[in-house]
């Protein structure tokens, strides 16, 4: 690959002009196993929408590269295309990622280890390391993907999966739903607990470990099922995303675009932000960082101590690329029911 120059930040796609289900594991986008090089991470969905890229990675119509590098531009149309994903989460989702873990300068985001020499790295301390990178993004107590603390935070754990399975089949008769996804969830975080010396869950943690495991049965379930199915993740289907970073054969997207219900899976096991201090069995709640009830703090901190600490004192295109992907960030954050933006915009490097 070429060497890249730096770029200016494009401002974010909008939402889909149809957004209605749709064949998306189609004869454009066939599935191709990862070649030696391609990227793939912690997150199911995106590791099959590079999966089921176009042939040529430059064709217009890909979802996302096979390469697993792309803009955050082409990850946000990649989600709403091939999940049908709600645009404002789309981008709340993608500017978080790309400011913790992308190039800033080049405008590039790997959706697993670190991306390529592809044009020039921030200066460090930034990081720049995909999203395995724990502690960003990627956190602990996945579902499929162990703690970072045991070696590899980002390839598919059978034995993972096949907790899953079994609390699909106590729980949800067999499909993974929204039950499923409370009990497994508060599950998970009992075992990081108590296996895990450095087990985190403060902070963004605390918001994605939640509307992670929402995405599923929203996500991944045919647009096609209603009623009584709808909802409803059967294990074939669920082994194709987890396991096989595929589409199940015909699948449709989801009949509109979707959100995220992280608050839904939470109010069944409430569990407050903390981290393990001193080794296991030893959780200590931390609200420092804010978390899934505290969101505007959450922003704040994420901007002021998070990114301020990425880049302390960063000029020229850097400082630039930062506050225009910091104003995507603010514009994408959840509103109010009345539509309004409850929290206050912070700026940590100034308005210019």
């Known amino acids: 690959m070429s060497m890249l120059k730096p770029r200016v930040p494009p401002p974010p796609p909008g939402p889909l002009a149809f957004n209605g289900t749709k064949l998306v594991n189609d004869e454009d986008h066939p599935f191709m196993p990862p070649r030696k090089g391609d990227a793939r991470g912690p997150c199911p969905g995106l590791n099959t929408l590079a999966s089921h890229g176009n042939l040529i990675d430059l064709l217009c119509d890909q979802y996302l590269p096979r390469n697993g590098i792309a803009t955050p531009a082409q990850i946000i149309n990649a989600v709403q295309e091939g999940f049908n994903m709600e645009n404002e989460i789309a981008r709340f989702t993608t500017y978080t990622a790309h400011l913790m873990d992308g190039n ?75 039950t499923v996804a409370a009990e497994l969830r508060f599950h998970r975080i009992q075992q990081s607990i108590a296996t895990n010396p450095e087990f985190s869950f403060a902070g963004l943690r605390h918001i994605t470990a939640y509307a992670e495991a929402s995405f599923p049965p929203i996500f991944f379930v045919d647009g096609r099922k209603t009623g009584a199915e709808a909802g409803q993740l059967d294990m074939a289907a669920a082994e194709s995303f987890f396991k096989h970073m595929m589409y199940p054969p015909d699948f449709h997207r989801p009949a509109e675009p979707v959100n995220s219900d992280a ?90």
């Open 104 to 178: 800033l300068v080049t405008d590039l985001l790997s959706i697993g280890p670190k991306t390529p020499k592809t044009g020039p790295d921030p200066p460090p301390p930034a990081i720049v390391g995909g999203l395995n990178n724990h502690g960003t993004f990627e956190g602990d107590a996945s579902l499929s993907r162990a703690d970072a603390f045991f070696g590899d935070n980002h390839s598919f754990d059978q034995e993972l999966f096949d907790q899953f399975r079994n609390f699909s089949a106590i729980y949800g008769n067999g499909f993974f739903n929204m």
């Open 263 to 352: 608050q839904a899976v939470f109010e069944v096991h409430p569990f407050q932000p903390g981290r393990n201090v001193g080794g296991v069995n030893n959780y200590t709640v931390d609200e420092s960082l804010g978390g899934l009830l505290d969101f505007c703090g959450f922003y704040e901190n994420f901007v002021n101590k998070t990114i301020k600490g990425l880049y302390p004192n960063p000029t020229g295109v850097l400082k630039r690329n930062l506050n225009i992907n910091l104003d995507f960030l603010f514009e994408a954050l959840p509103k109010a029911g009345d539509g309004s933006q409850p929290c206050t915009q912070v700026f940590p490097y100034g308005h210019d």
